[in-house]
């Protein structure tokens, strides 16, 4: 191992962490900087700013200090204690919830099909919305969702009808215009491709929707909204749409949008900036009562992250910044329809004596935006059916191996006699063994393997009878193959289409938005309605740094997990990987020797290289505002959602498996830190 005097450790480091203070611009240790803000501390400390329990409020509109929204879901089947708890205790001017995904627009299209009465998330009309509409209206809280899905004006009747029967009368507004399935023949003479590939439009498109903006939703609330249902937007915009309507944030003013929209990146999960799925998760008490973010945003763009008192959870640095880097690419060009954001030189500060935590957050930057939508559009890609099945006993990876290799083997026995073509693709995981780690998985002290193990049995096909053949096979293992198959979970498998996505820009000028309040059409938005055109900035060259070179060195090594957190997600087919300095001193040496070829290196078993694409492997991006690095790992989710066969198709776990990573040639950080 290379040494090197400790003494030249030390004075290297300490220029490091004067370099650090400067770039956090507060102060040397991230997790442990505690500074009071100096803007509402009463409602951080649980404490009404006036407006008096259950007194109806006016609307909040320009000039305001502060305003106050708290997100009440992540995800389409979040938990129903958010909204009480928000309600009721996050003294809030406006409440949002996130529903949508890709797949979940897949699925709102096939239920639209049906009926012409669903095709949008129910859970919000009846389990969110409804028990607590009395409250809701009485403290003056404002609605915003993305609820609408498929079928926004079939959401607000819904809502409608919940108002009524409460005996109230609240304004519902409507944005439509994201479908983009009525244009799809134009949409072949436009050629359009993947941005990812470069394919061409698929012929049996499922779904096809344009991610719209904030204004619509500003535009709603301008017109005296109480609630704003939408279809496809991006989903910041359920927070940026309020502060540009609260705050009077016109078109281009780029900074103050891009700080807006990180505002609304951090909550628009839920309770993942609130210590959900945190890497010191065994820090973050009582999760069956965690408490969902807030964010208080102030007119400059800064503002601070907490959660209702007298809940679980937990907001500090990690759990924020972590969440900041999730399901990201270039931190630097972070492309929204309103602004190209740079979130890289933001910063984190947490604010000491709040009950459950509390951070400021600062320094996003912004720049125009470019021409066109991002558009989703989802095409049935065959069919898929997955077996789950418990395996007990001695030598029980060996015996579920075996047991999936056989069912494969019978069932393409009978797709022989009965002329079927063979899988389209097959993914055997033995889940216990540490399938998934591949070369870095340990092997059993004893060396006889674990004892308990589940066989994951993916297939894929284009015809949906082959896979009802393979479903019923998976029983008859339980008699006549391995001893220790305890059942199978979930009963016989189930056959499901697979709708895959597909990628694309489309221009701004070619879509209309409208406008729509208490079921009338009162507006209809041109792209000069909604954009200021302006050219966006050229990137900047990257400059070349000579700070890593004159490192100082050492015998030690660890573990990424004792250097830094880490959180991980997916876009398509790619995940990505966030990485946050624990300390800033430990931020050089991550920069220094967690490379994209190191990344690449681990992950190597679960990436597929196209021999077409010349785009690297791995690309890593930094964050020198929270002292973090994103990598981004392309065609590695084995096609992702529904048309990947992993037991983990958004790369969830890719975090959690990098944080056994080995980082050596180290000098003794930790004694320097303490």
């Not at 494969?408 to 009965?418: D, E, H, S, V």
Request: with cysteine.
């Amino acid at each position: 191992m290379l040494r090197c005097p400790l003494r030249a450790v030390r004075g290297w480091l300490c220029g490091c962490r004067a370099a650090a203070s400067c770039a956090s611009g507060n102060a040397s240790s991230p997790a442990n900087v505690k500074t009071r803000s100096s803007r509402s501390t009463r409602a951080l400390h649980g404490q009404s700013r006036g407006h008096g329990g259950h007194q109806s409020r006016p609307h909040r509109g320009c000039g305001e200090d502060s305003v106050r929204i708290g997100c009440a879901s992540g995800f389409w089947g979040d938990t129903s204690v958010s909204v009480p708890q928000l309600v009721h205790g996050g003294n809030l001017d406006f409440l949002v919830f996130d529903y949508l995904s890709e797949i979940t627009m897949s699925l709102l299209t096939a239920a639209k099909a049906k009926s012409p009465t669903l095709g949008f998330a129910p859970d919000f009309v009846h389990t969110a919305i409804s028990p607590f509409i009395r409250d809701i209206q009485q403290k003056g809280i404002r609605v915003v969702s993305n609820a609408g899905g498929v079928n926004p004006h079939a959401c607000a009747a819904a809502l409608k009808e919940g108002v009524q029967r409460a005996g109230l009368c609240l304004k519902v507004g409507v944005v439509t215009g994201d479908d983009l399935l009525p244009e799809k023949d134009s949409l072949k003479e436009l050629r359009v491709r993947d941005m990812e590939n470069r394919r061409p439009l698929p012929d049996a498109l499922h779904s096809m929707n344009a991610y719209l903006g904030a204004l619509p939703i500003k535009r709603c609330l301008d017109l005296g909204a109480d609630i704003v249902v939408t279809g496809r937007c991006v989903d910041s915009a359920l927070v940026l749409g309020p502060l540009m309507h609260a705050f009077g944030w016109r078109q281009n003013s780029y900074d103050l949008l891009a700080a807006g929209s990180l505002a609304g990146h951090l909550i628009e999960c839920g309770a993942q900036s609130t210590g959900g799925i945190f890497t010191d998760w065994h820090r973050v008490p009582d999760w069956h009562n965690i408490g969902f973010p807030i964010v208080e945003c102030s007119p400059d763009g800064s503002f601070v992250l907490s959660k209702p008192p007298r809940t679980g959870g937990l907001v500090s640095f990690g759990t924020v910044a972590e969440q900041l880097v999730y399901e990201i690419g270039d931190p630097e060009r972070y492309l929204l329809p309103n602004v190209t954001c740079d979130f890289s030189r933001a910063t984190i500060t947490e604010i000491a004596g709040v009950d459950g935590g509390a951070v400021r957050v600062q320094g996003a930057r912004g720049s125009a935006p470019s021409g066109d939508y991002k558009v989703c559009a989802t095409y049935l890609d065959g069919f898929r059916a997955t077996a789950v099945c418990p395996v007990g006993g001695p030598r029980a990876a060996e015996k579920g191996r075996r047991t999936a290799e056989s069912i494969l083997k019978r069932t393409q026995g009978i797709f022989k006699k009965l002329g079927l073509d063979d899988f389209s693709s097959v993914n055997v995981q033995v889940l216990g063994s540490e399938d998934t780690y591949g070369p870095h998985a340990r092997s059993q002290e004893d060396g006889r393997g674990p004892r308990e193990v589940v066989v994951w049995l993916a297939v894929h096909h284009h015809q949906k009878a082959a896979l009802e053949v393979f479903a019923r096979e998976i029983a008859p293992a339980g008699t006549g193959m391995a001893p220790g198959l305890t059942g199978i979970v979930g009963g016989r498998p189930r056959v499901s289409p697979v709708l895959k996505p597909f990628f694309f820009l489309y221009p701004k000028s070619k879509l209309q938005v409208h406008i729509h309040m208490d079921g009338e059409l009162v507006e209809t938005l041109q792209e000069d309605d909604l954009f200021l055109l302006e050219t966006p900035p050229p990137r900047e060259a990257e400059k070349n740094s000579n700070e890593l070179q004159d490192l100082p060195c050492g015998p030690c090594r660890y573990r990424l997990e004792e250097l830094a957190y880490t959180r991980s997600g997916d876009k398509g087919d790619s995940a990505n990987i966030g990485v946050i300095a624990r300390h800033p001193l430990f931020y050089p040496y991550l920069k220094k020797l967690l490379t994209a070829g190191a990344v690449e290196g681990y992950f190597q078993h679960l990436l597929w290289r196209d021999s077409d694409s010349e785009a690297p492997a791995v690309t890593r991006f930094e964050l020198p505002g929270i002292f973090g690095l994103n990598f981004v790992l392309r065609s590695s989710l084995g096609g992702g959602g529904v048309a990947s066969l992993r037991s983990d198709p958004q790369g969830k776990a890719f975090g959690q498996m990098l944080l056994d990573y080995q980082i050596k040639g180290l000098p003794d950080l930790k004694s320097l830190v303490d």
